[in-house]
């Protein structure tokens, strides 16, 4: 149950009884309306903008408007007053029956509480990590994967029909650099003296383990043979290998994907021509010569007729090359058949999950898919700043696996999957992001994964009491639900009850804002109102959760608790967290 939607509706259904008596005009448009909790919540439990957002509309005073509504609020079902505040405002204060039913609504839908439809089925591919097979993911790829993972959960749970989208780039130089440097550790396996590897290679240990996989299947075939000869056939090996690795590596962060998507059958199935037949066909493919990138000097810049897109028809500061001088394809040519093909699968929303360094990229790919889709599809980046990794506020040396970064398995092997999932997501996707080490395990309120981790645990520990207290008493929610809510009167009991109230909406703005970590938010501040709570039983015997000789108040607390942990395991699923049962 979203208490909000209910008075939205109920709202609409005021301004449509108004209409029929004459008071207000028809054609209203309320789509600006608000419904949430006002900023003061002395103010009430509900506050909405009504008011002023029809004034223009109906030509009236916002306060005489305000007035209208609120008199017919006043009789709506669990509205206990209306008050018209400011210009025109509107705080409701819900009876308190109303807000103390809360808590068995909430365990009776159990995990389903605060799931929405507000995305409509609509078709989402959610694209993220999407990284050159070419080594193990490093921590920039962690935040990336991980706010990506997370976008699409809590999509799924608003509502959308989420597609999760892997674009492996197995085409171009850096595969054929790859093959090359497993060439290197395959004769390295045969015994042949390597020495250093050279400058353009990839240095990395994780190259081992595929040289000897070379040897033992081709024995010393390729060891003194033409690059010709092997070249393909490794980099098919090669990339096959890494993308094992990576696929290792996403797995130990929880990370899932529902496509994993070639680059090179792009190339090989002829969709790279199909794509700009389709632009060109629209006028936006011609043959020109571009002018000097910024900070090439003319005489460094060799001016070569080159197959280009009209980007700048779509607002980008230049047009882009598709194909080269040379006849070869141009990345942006891939990338621009990539997108065409997620149109042609029938997404309506495209959302694709880059690092910060890929920003000046973002333009040429709106204006590509504003010339194949028009308004029919809408695209988002989003892109991920870098991660600082410390330990005690000291920067963390690099990795000897890698030979040049810290890996993703490096960051999960010290402080665990969960860890690292939820620091993450406690900072919007284009915010740095300080990871210390010492700080991201430490038991104290200062790290938000545990003390969100603390509360379920705690929870789950009252209850394990009270089963061994009450052995003849049914813990189970559906059991609980059937508590007398009516016993809540404490304003903290209250208070966190009107806060999970406010689930269900914070679900469908981070939803439709595409912020996980405001679910992260969330997630804290109501771990922290049920620690007040519990330090307050502490302080006060009559308000514990478990209260020897009276069974009903014992009940009732139980259940409260039970919806506060019922929450933060959901919530924890959406952003792909183990919800633990003790610490």
């Known amino acids: 149950m979203n208490i909000f939607e209910i008075y939205r509706k109920a709202l609409a259904d005021i301004v449509k009884a108004l209409q029929q008596d004459g008071k207000l005009p028809g054609d209203l448009d309320l789509g600006n309306v608000t419904i949430e909790p006002p900023r003061n919540a002395d103010h009430g439990d509900i506050s909405t903008n009504i008011a002023m957002v029809l004034t223009k509309q109906a030509r009236m005073k916002p306060r005489d408007i305000a007035h209208m509504v609120a008199e017919r609020l006043l009789v709506v079902d669990g509205v206990e007053r209306v008050d018209v505040a400011g210009p025109g405002f509107i705080n409701i204060v819900l009876q308190t029956r109303l807000v103390q039913s809360q808590v068995s609504e909430i365990l009776k839908a159990g995990g389903d509480f605060g799931r929405s439809r507000v995305g409509d089925g609509e078709r989402v591919n959610v694209e993220y990590v999407s990284v050159n097979p070419t080594g193990p993911l490093h921590v920039g790829h962690c935040r990336g994967a991980i706010f990506g993972d997370a976008l699409a959960s809590l999509m799924d749970f608003a509502g959308y029909d989420v597609t999760r989208e892997y674009y492996i780039n197995d085409a171009g130089g850096q595969i054929d650099v790859l093959a090359r440097s497993a060439w290197l550790r395959y004769r390295q396996a045969l015994g042949d003296d390597i020495g250093e590897i050279p400058e353009g290679l990839y240095p990395g240990d994780y190259l081992v383990p595929v040289g000897q996989a070379l040897a033992e299947k081709y024995g010393d075939r390729w060891q003194d043979a033409d690059e010709g000869e092997w070249l393909e056939e490794i980099r098919h090996f090669a990339t096959d290998a890494m993308m094992d690795l990576v696929r290792a590596d996403l ?262 804002a595409r912020e996980p970590h405001r679910i992260a938010y969330y997630l804290y501040e109501l771990a922290s109102e049920f620690h007040a709570l519990w330090n307050k039983g502490n302080d006060n015997p009559d308000l514990r959760f478990i209260i020897e000789g009276d069974r009903a108040v014992t009940l009732s607390r139980l259940a409260l608790i039970s919806a506060v942990a019922a929450i933060i395991a959901t919530g924890l699923d959406i952003l792909g967290v183990e919800p633990v049962t003790e610490m």
Not at 365 to 379: P, Q
Request: with cysteine; charged share 30%; hydrophobic share 40%.
């Open 251 to 512: 797995e130990t962060l929880g990370i899932k994907h529902d496509v994993f998507f070639s680059e090179l059958t792009l190339h090989d199935s002829g969709e790279i021509k199909k794509a700009l037949a389709r632009l060109e066909e629209k006028g936006l493919i011609y043959t020109g010569v571009l002018e000097p990138p910024k900070g090439v000097r003319p005489d460094d810049w060799e001016m070569r007729p080159q197959t280009l897109f009209k980007s700048t028809d779509f607002g980008d500061d230049v047009d882009r090359a598709v194909q080269k001088s040379d006849g070869s394809w141009t990345y942006f040519a891939a990338d621009v058949a990539y997108h065409y093909n997620k149109i042609e699968r029938g997404f309506t929303t495209l959302i694709d999950v880059w690092g910060a360094d890929h920003g000046g990229y973002v333009k040429r790919v709106e204006s590509v898919i504003e010339a194949l889709a028009g308004d029919r599809v809408t695209f988002d980046v989003r892109l991920c700043q870098m991660v600082k990794l410390l330990r005690n506020g000291a920067p963390v040396k690099m990795s000897k696996r890698s030979g040049a970064f810290i890996t993703m398995r490096d960051i999960v092997d010290e402080v665990g999957k969960d860890v690292v999932r939820f620091i993450m997501l406690t900072r919007k996707n284009d915010a740095s992001l300080d990871f210390d080490f010492a700080r991201v395990t430490e038991q104290s309120k200062d790290n938000p994964v545990f003390y969100v981790q603390y509360a379920h645990a705690r929870v789950q520990s009252v209850l394990r009491k009270a089963g061994a207290a009450l052995p003849d008493i049914d813990l189970s929610k559906i059991s609980l639900a059937q508590a007398d809510m009516s016993l809540f009167t404490d304003s903290s009991e209250l208070y966190l009850i009107r806060n999970m109230m406010n689930w269900p909406r914070f679900v469908e703005n981070a939803a439709l």
